[in-house]
Protein backbone atom coordinates (compact mmCIF):
# COMPACT_ATOMS: atom_id res chain seq x y z
CA UNK A 1 0.00 0.00 0.00
CA UNK A 2 1.32 3.35 -0.31
CA UNK A 3 1.29 6.51 2.29
CA UNK A 4 -2.50 7.42 1.00
CA UNK A 5 -3.95 4.13 1.17
CA UNK A 6 -2.32 3.54 4.56
CA UNK A 7 -3.82 6.68 6.08
CA UNK A 8 -7.53 5.57 4.34
CA UNK A 9 -7.04 2.48 6.19
CA UNK A 10 -5.71 3.14 9.59
CA UNK A 11 -6.53 7.10 10.47
CA UNK A 12 -9.97 8.24 11.28
CA UNK A 13 -11.56 10.31 8.46
CA UNK A 14 -11.29 13.69 10.08
CA UNK A 15 -8.77 15.89 7.65
CA UNK A 16 -9.97 16.29 3.62
CA UNK A 17 -6.41 15.90 2.60
CA UNK A 18 -5.23 17.17 -0.77
CA UNK A 19 -3.01 14.77 -2.62
CA UNK A 20 0.75 16.27 -1.54
CA UNK A 21 2.61 13.75 0.01
CA UNK A 22 5.14 16.08 2.25
CA UNK A 23 8.83 14.63 1.46
CA UNK A 24 10.80 17.39 2.72
CA UNK A 25 10.54 21.31 3.81
CA UNK A 26 13.27 24.18 4.13
CA UNK A 27 11.99 27.83 4.09
CA UNK A 28 8.97 29.11 2.18
CA UNK A 29 9.03 25.82 -0.08
CA UNK A 30 8.07 22.01 0.42
CA UNK A 31 8.57 19.61 -1.83
CA UNK A 32 6.42 16.46 -2.76
CA UNK A 33 7.30 12.86 -2.90
CA UNK A 34 7.84 13.17 -6.16
CA UNK A 35 10.55 16.25 -6.12
CA UNK A 36 7.82 18.38 -7.44
CA UNK A 37 8.44 22.31 -5.25
CA UNK A 38 6.03 24.14 -4.05
CA UNK A 39 6.12 27.66 -2.49
CA UNK A 40 4.33 27.24 0.54
CA UNK A 41 2.00 30.32 1.19
CA UNK A 42 0.24 28.77 3.83
CA UNK A 43 3.12 27.78 6.68
CA UNK A 44 1.28 25.39 7.96
CA UNK A 45 -1.42 27.34 9.11
CA UNK A 46 0.54 29.92 10.39
CA UNK A 47 2.70 27.95 12.10
CA UNK A 48 6.21 27.81 10.49
CA UNK A 49 6.38 31.89 10.59
CA UNK A 50 9.69 31.98 10.05
CA UNK A 51 10.49 28.91 7.44
CA UNK A 52 10.27 25.35 7.36
CA UNK A 53 13.20 23.93 9.22
CA UNK A 54 14.90 27.04 9.94
CA UNK A 55 18.39 26.51 10.85
CA UNK A 56 18.68 28.51 14.40
CA UNK A 57 15.38 26.76 15.61
CA UNK A 58 16.32 23.13 14.64
CA UNK A 59 20.11 23.82 16.63
CA UNK A 60 18.22 24.92 19.22
CA UNK A 61 15.89 22.03 19.41
CA UNK A 62 18.66 19.55 18.81
CA UNK A 63 20.54 20.81 21.49
CA UNK A 64 17.77 20.37 23.92
CA UNK A 65 17.15 17.09 23.23
CA UNK A 66 20.70 16.11 23.55
CA UNK A 67 20.10 17.25 27.16
CA UNK A 68 16.51 16.53 28.21
CA UNK A 69 13.28 16.35 26.45
CA UNK A 70 11.18 15.85 29.75
CA UNK A 71 11.64 16.43 33.70
CA UNK A 72 7.90 17.47 34.98
CA UNK A 73 6.72 20.71 35.48
CA UNK A 74 7.12 19.48 39.24
CA UNK A 75 10.94 20.94 38.41
CA UNK A 76 12.63 23.72 36.87
CA UNK A 77 13.55 23.37 33.02
CA UNK A 78 15.40 26.61 32.11
CA UNK A 79 14.15 27.00 28.71
CA UNK A 80 10.82 26.71 30.22
CA UNK A 81 11.54 29.62 32.76
CA UNK A 82 13.19 31.91 30.29
CA UNK A 83 10.36 31.69 27.66
CA UNK A 84 8.43 32.49 30.27
CA UNK A 85 9.83 35.76 31.01
CA UNK A 86 10.77 36.93 27.14
CA UNK A 87 6.65 36.45 26.33
CA UNK A 88 5.74 38.22 29.53
CA UNK A 89 8.28 40.86 28.82
CA UNK A 90 7.11 41.70 25.82
CA UNK A 91 3.19 41.68 26.60
CA UNK A 92 2.39 43.83 29.39
CA UNK A 93 3.96 44.86 32.90
CA UNK A 94 3.54 42.24 35.36
CA UNK A 95 2.44 39.55 32.70
CA UNK A 96 2.67 36.21 33.95
CA UNK A 97 2.63 33.10 31.94
CA UNK A 98 1.29 29.31 31.65
CA UNK A 99 2.33 26.93 28.91
CA UNK A 100 0.81 24.53 27.16
CA UNK A 101 0.38 22.29 24.19
CA UNK A 102 -1.74 24.13 22.04
CA UNK A 103 -3.75 26.81 21.35
CA UNK A 104 -7.37 25.45 22.05
CA UNK A 105 -5.23 24.11 25.83
CA UNK A 106 -4.35 28.29 25.99
CA UNK A 107 -8.05 29.23 25.38
CA UNK A 108 -9.04 26.62 27.91
CA UNK A 109 -6.56 27.93 30.56
CA UNK A 110 -7.93 31.93 29.66
CA UNK A 111 -11.70 30.56 30.11
CA UNK A 112 -10.69 28.63 33.20
CA UNK A 113 -8.81 31.71 34.39
CA UNK A 114 -11.56 34.13 33.51
CA UNK A 115 -14.05 32.34 35.66
CA UNK A 116 -11.88 31.48 38.38
CA UNK A 117 -11.34 36.00 38.44
CA UNK A 118 -14.99 36.04 38.21
CA UNK A 119 -15.53 33.55 41.37
CA UNK A 120 -13.01 35.72 43.05
CA UNK A 121 -14.42 39.34 41.87
CA UNK A 122 -18.66 38.48 41.78
CA UNK A 123 -21.21 41.18 41.10
CA UNK A 124 -24.16 41.47 43.87
CA UNK A 125 -25.44 38.84 42.32
CA UNK A 126 -22.81 36.34 42.79
CA UNK A 127 -20.17 34.79 40.96
CA UNK A 128 -19.36 35.65 37.65
CA UNK A 129 -18.41 33.20 34.54
CA UNK A 130 -20.79 34.19 30.93
CA UNK A 131 -18.08 35.35 28.29
CA UNK A 132 -19.09 37.27 25.62
CA UNK A 133 -17.60 36.10 22.02
CA UNK A 134 -18.19 36.40 18.32
CA UNK A 135 -19.92 35.04 15.77
CA UNK A 136 -17.67 33.23 12.64
CA UNK A 137 -15.12 32.97 15.65
CA UNK A 138 -13.17 30.12 16.04
CA UNK A 139 -11.06 28.82 19.53
CA UNK A 140 -10.17 25.25 19.36
CA UNK A 141 -12.03 21.85 19.39
CA UNK A 142 -12.12 20.76 22.94
CA UNK A 143 -15.91 21.18 24.03
CA UNK A 144 -15.08 24.37 26.26
CA UNK A 145 -13.58 26.22 23.23
CA UNK A 146 -15.90 24.31 20.56
CA UNK A 147 -18.68 26.44 22.73
CA UNK A 148 -16.94 29.56 22.61
CA UNK A 149 -16.64 29.66 18.90
CA UNK A 150 -19.18 31.33 17.16
CA UNK A 151 -19.50 28.95 13.82
CA UNK A 152 -22.63 26.03 14.11
CA UNK A 153 -20.92 24.07 11.97
CA UNK A 154 -18.75 22.88 14.28
CA UNK A 155 -21.40 22.22 16.88
CA UNK A 156 -23.95 19.96 15.27
CA UNK A 157 -23.29 16.91 17.21
CA UNK A 158 -21.77 17.93 20.54
CA UNK A 159 -25.15 19.49 21.64
CA UNK A 160 -25.18 20.36 24.40
CA UNK A 161 -22.29 22.64 24.60
CA UNK A 162 -20.99 24.19 27.97
CA UNK A 163 -23.31 27.04 28.86
CA UNK A 164 -22.97 31.10 29.15
CA UNK A 165 -20.99 31.79 25.80
CA UNK A 166 -23.24 34.32 23.87
CA UNK A 167 -22.06 35.90 20.73
CA UNK A 168 -22.57 39.18 19.40
CA UNK A 169 -21.20 40.57 15.72
CA UNK A 170 -17.53 41.03 15.74
CA UNK A 171 -17.29 45.43 14.68
CA UNK A 172 -20.69 45.99 16.80
CA UNK A 173 -19.99 47.51 19.86
CA UNK A 174 -24.12 47.63 20.29
CA UNK A 175 -24.39 43.96 20.03
CA UNK A 176 -22.19 43.49 22.39
CA UNK A 177 -23.65 45.94 24.77
CA UNK A 178 -26.64 44.12 24.65
CA UNK A 179 -25.13 41.02 26.34
CA UNK A 180 -24.06 42.36 29.11
CA UNK A 181 -25.60 41.58 32.32
CA UNK A 182 -24.62 40.73 36.05
CA UNK A 183 -22.91 37.38 35.21
CA UNK A 184 -20.35 39.00 32.62
CA UNK A 185 -17.08 37.87 33.11
CA UNK A 186 -15.24 38.46 29.75
CA UNK A 187 -15.53 39.50 26.15
CA UNK A 188 -13.60 37.11 23.94
CA UNK A 189 -11.98 37.97 20.87
CA UNK A 190 -9.57 37.71 18.01
CA UNK A 191 -7.62 40.65 16.78
CA UNK A 192 -8.60 38.99 13.25
CA UNK A 193 -10.96 36.30 12.59
CA UNK A 194 -8.98 33.31 10.73
CA UNK A 195 -11.19 30.72 10.55
CA UNK A 196 -14.13 33.01 9.93
CA UNK A 197 -12.88 34.24 6.82
CA UNK A 198 -9.84 36.57 7.60
CA UNK A 199 -11.79 39.19 9.07
CA UNK A 200 -10.09 42.26 11.14
CA UNK A 201 -11.40 44.07 13.90
CA UNK A 202 -11.55 47.69 13.42
CA UNK A 203 -9.54 49.98 15.83
CA UNK A 204 -12.08 51.51 16.70
CA UNK A 205 -14.00 48.41 17.92
CA UNK A 206 -11.26 47.14 19.85
CA UNK A 207 -10.73 50.45 21.80
CA UNK A 208 -14.52 50.41 22.57
CA UNK A 209 -14.04 46.64 23.96
CA UNK A 210 -11.25 48.16 26.24
CA UNK A 211 -13.43 51.16 27.52
CA UNK A 212 -16.06 48.95 28.09
CA UNK A 213 -13.74 46.43 30.30
CA UNK A 214 -13.17 49.74 32.16
CA UNK A 215 -16.52 50.37 32.95
CA UNK A 216 -17.95 46.93 33.55
CA UNK A 217 -15.06 45.63 35.39
CA UNK A 218 -14.35 43.03 32.63
CA UNK A 219 -11.96 40.94 31.68
CA UNK A 220 -10.55 41.22 27.51
CA UNK A 221 -9.29 38.25 26.17
CA UNK A 222 -6.95 38.12 22.93
CA UNK A 223 -7.03 35.18 21.03
CA UNK A 224 -3.99 35.60 18.98
CA UNK A 225 -3.01 32.04 18.02
CA UNK A 226 -3.46 32.36 14.54
CA UNK A 227 -2.45 36.36 14.10
CA UNK A 228 0.26 36.44 16.71
CA UNK A 229 4.13 36.06 17.14
CA UNK A 230 4.71 38.99 14.15
CA UNK A 231 1.98 37.63 11.38
CA UNK A 232 0.57 41.00 11.20
CA UNK A 233 4.00 43.22 11.14
CA UNK A 234 3.92 43.25 15.21
CA UNK A 235 5.15 40.49 17.77
CA UNK A 236 1.70 40.59 19.52
CA UNK A 237 -1.21 41.52 17.47
CA UNK A 238 -2.81 43.84 19.70
CA UNK A 239 0.23 46.17 19.02
CA UNK A 240 -1.23 47.16 15.92
CA UNK A 241 -4.61 48.45 17.90
CA UNK A 242 -2.91 50.56 21.05
CA UNK A 243 -5.29 47.97 23.29
CA UNK A 244 -4.14 46.13 25.92
CA UNK A 245 -5.63 42.89 26.51
CA UNK A 246 -5.70 41.23 30.35
CA UNK A 247 -4.85 38.28 28.98
CA UNK A 248 -3.70 36.87 25.41
CA UNK A 249 -3.28 33.78 23.68
CA UNK A 250 -1.00 32.37 21.62
CA UNK A 251 0.48 28.92 20.10
CA UNK A 252 0.67 27.80 15.99
CA UNK A 253 4.36 29.35 15.34
CA UNK A 254 5.38 30.20 18.92
CA UNK A 255 7.90 27.10 18.68
CA UNK A 256 7.79 27.18 14.74
CA UNK A 257 6.50 23.73 14.29
CA UNK A 258 7.00 22.17 17.32
CA UNK A 259 3.85 21.84 19.65
CA UNK A 260 3.47 24.76 22.22
CA UNK A 261 0.69 27.59 23.67
CA UNK A 262 0.92 29.93 25.70
CA UNK A 263 -1.52 32.08 27.57
CA UNK A 264 -0.31 35.68 28.90
CA UNK A 265 -2.25 37.27 31.54
CA UNK A 266 -1.62 40.56 33.65
CA UNK A 267 -1.61 41.59 36.25
CA UNK A 268 -5.10 41.80 36.95
CA UNK A 269 -6.43 38.77 36.74
CA UNK A 270 -2.57 36.29 36.77
CA UNK A 271 -2.81 36.00 40.38
CA UNK A 272 -6.35 34.44 40.27
CA UNK A 273 -4.97 30.77 39.81
CA UNK A 274 -2.97 29.17 43.14
CA UNK A 275 -1.20 26.02 43.21
CA UNK A 276 -3.76 23.45 41.96
CA UNK A 277 -6.16 25.32 39.70
CA UNK A 278 -4.67 24.46 36.41
CA UNK A 279 -1.60 22.48 35.23
CA UNK A 280 -0.23 20.03 31.82
CA UNK A 281 1.89 17.29 32.11
CA UNK A 282 3.20 18.39 28.88
CA UNK A 283 2.71 21.64 28.72
CA UNK A 284 6.34 23.92 28.33
CA UNK A 285 8.07 20.86 26.80
CA UNK A 286 11.31 21.99 27.22
CA UNK A 287 12.33 20.94 23.38
CA UNK A 288 9.65 23.04 22.45
CA UNK A 289 10.91 25.98 24.74
CA UNK A 290 13.99 25.99 23.32
CA UNK A 291 13.03 26.25 19.61
CA UNK A 292 10.68 29.03 20.92
CA UNK A 293 13.58 31.13 22.50
CA UNK A 294 15.28 30.72 19.28
CA UNK A 295 12.15 31.73 16.96
CA UNK A 296 12.29 35.20 19.26
CA UNK A 297 15.75 35.96 18.95
CA UNK A 298 14.52 35.88 15.12
CA UNK A 299 11.54 37.89 15.26
CA UNK A 300 13.18 41.73 16.56
CA UNK A 301 12.39 44.94 15.07
CA UNK A 302 14.36 44.35 11.58
CA UNK A 303 13.06 41.14 11.07
CA UNK A 304 9.46 42.58 11.59
CA UNK A 305 10.13 45.54 9.36
CA UNK A 306 10.96 43.80 6.55
CA UNK A 307 8.21 41.17 7.01
CA UNK A 308 5.77 44.39 6.96
CA UNK A 309 7.56 45.79 3.81
CA UNK A 310 6.82 42.19 1.71
CA UNK A 311 2.85 42.41 3.51
CA UNK A 312 2.37 45.84 1.84
CA UNK A 313 4.01 44.44 -1.76
CA UNK A 314 1.65 41.46 -1.43
CA UNK A 315 -1.58 43.64 -0.40
CA UNK A 316 -0.80 46.00 -3.72
CA UNK A 317 -0.70 42.80 -5.64
CA UNK A 318 -3.95 41.26 -4.27
CA UNK A 319 -5.60 44.88 -4.83
CA UNK A 320 -4.61 44.55 -8.32
CA UNK A 321 -6.20 41.20 -8.53
CA UNK A 322 -9.34 42.77 -7.30
CA UNK A 323 -9.18 45.47 -10.34
CA UNK A 324 -9.23 42.66 -12.73
CA UNK A 325 -11.25 40.23 -11.36
CA UNK A 326 -15.02 41.19 -10.70
CA UNK A 327 -15.06 37.45 -8.79
CA UNK A 328 -13.37 39.06 -6.14
CA UNK A 329 -15.35 40.63 -3.61
CA UNK A 330 -12.74 42.03 -1.22
CA UNK A 331 -9.14 41.74 0.15
CA UNK A 332 -8.91 41.92 3.40
CA UNK A 333 -6.38 41.36 6.49
CA UNK A 334 -3.57 42.32 7.90
CA UNK A 335 0.00 41.88 7.57
CA UNK A 336 0.68 38.74 6.38
CA UNK A 337 -2.61 37.56 6.96
CA UNK A 338 -4.77 38.34 4.53
CA UNK A 339 -7.68 36.37 2.84
CA UNK A 340 -9.35 37.31 -0.93
CA UNK A 341 -13.24 37.15 -0.83
CA UNK A 342 -15.06 35.48 -3.61
CA UNK A 343 -17.90 35.52 -4.83
CA UNK A 344 -18.04 31.85 -5.01
CA UNK A 345 -16.24 28.64 -3.78
CA UNK A 346 -12.67 29.19 -3.64
CA UNK A 347 -12.04 24.81 -3.76
CA UNK A 348 -11.33 24.91 -7.39
CA UNK A 349 -8.93 27.97 -6.94
CA UNK A 350 -6.69 26.05 -4.22
CA UNK A 351 -6.90 23.23 -6.67
CA UNK A 352 -5.16 25.16 -9.47
CA UNK A 353 -2.90 26.51 -7.16
CA UNK A 354 -1.60 23.92 -5.77
CA UNK A 355 -1.37 21.53 -9.18
CA UNK A 356 1.00 25.15 -10.23
CA UNK A 357 2.87 25.10 -7.07
CA UNK A 358 1.26 27.34 -4.80
CA UNK A 359 -0.26 26.04 -1.50
CA UNK A 360 -3.01 28.33 0.07
CA UNK A 361 -5.93 26.92 1.48
CA UNK A 362 -9.83 28.36 1.50
CA UNK A 363 -11.88 28.71 4.52
CA UNK A 364 -15.30 29.95 5.16
CA UNK A 365 -15.71 28.47 1.98
CA UNK A 366 -15.32 31.24 -0.08
CA UNK A 367 -12.46 33.14 1.51
CA UNK A 368 -9.20 32.36 -0.04
CA UNK A 369 -6.47 32.47 3.02
CA UNK A 370 -3.13 33.67 2.83
CA UNK A 371 -0.33 33.16 5.64
CA UNK A 372 2.84 32.51 4.08
CA UNK A 373 6.38 32.43 5.49
CA UNK A 374 7.18 36.04 7.52
CA UNK A 375 10.41 35.16 5.56
CA UNK A 376 8.91 35.82 1.87
CA UNK A 377 10.60 37.86 -0.85
CA UNK A 378 8.75 40.06 -3.60
CA UNK A 379 10.07 37.63 -5.81
CA UNK A 380 8.08 34.58 -4.12
CA UNK A 381 4.87 37.24 -3.86
CA UNK A 382 5.29 37.42 -7.77
CA UNK A 383 5.52 33.90 -8.42
CA UNK A 384 2.39 33.35 -6.19
CA UNK A 385 0.63 36.28 -7.53
CA UNK A 386 1.09 34.90 -11.26
CA UNK A 387 -0.22 31.71 -9.93
CA UNK A 388 -3.26 33.03 -8.21
CA UNK A 389 -3.84 35.59 -11.70
CA UNK A 390 -4.46 31.81 -13.64
CA UNK A 391 -6.64 30.26 -11.46
CA UNK A 392 -8.98 33.20 -11.28
CA UNK A 393 -8.64 33.86 -15.19
CA UNK A 394 -10.48 30.48 -15.58
CA UNK A 395 -13.07 31.36 -13.03
CA UNK A 396 -16.17 32.90 -14.77
CA UNK A 397 -16.81 36.41 -13.59
Not at 15 to 38: P, S
Not at 182 to 211: H, S
Not at 298 to 320: C, E, V
Request: charged share 25%.
Amino acid sequence: MNIKQIEDKYFMHTYRRNNLVVRKAKNQFVWDENGKKYLDFLAGISVCNIGHCNDSVVKAAKAQLDVFAHVSNLHYAEPQIKLGEELSKRAFPGARVFLSNSGAEANECAIKLARKWGFLNPSKKGSRYEIICFHNSFHGRTIATLSATGQKKFHGYLKPLQEKFVFAEINNIDSVNKLINDRTVAVMVEPIQGEGGVIPAEKAFLKDLKKLRDEKNLLLIFDEIQCGIGRTGKFYAFENYDVKPDIVTMAKSLANGLPLGATVAGKRCAGAFVYGDHGSTFGGNPVSCAASLAVLKIINAKFLNNSAKAAKYLRKKLDGLKEKYSVIKEVRGLGLMLGINLAVNGKDVVDYCLDKGLIINCTHDTTLRLLPPLIITKKDIDCAVKILDEALNHMPN
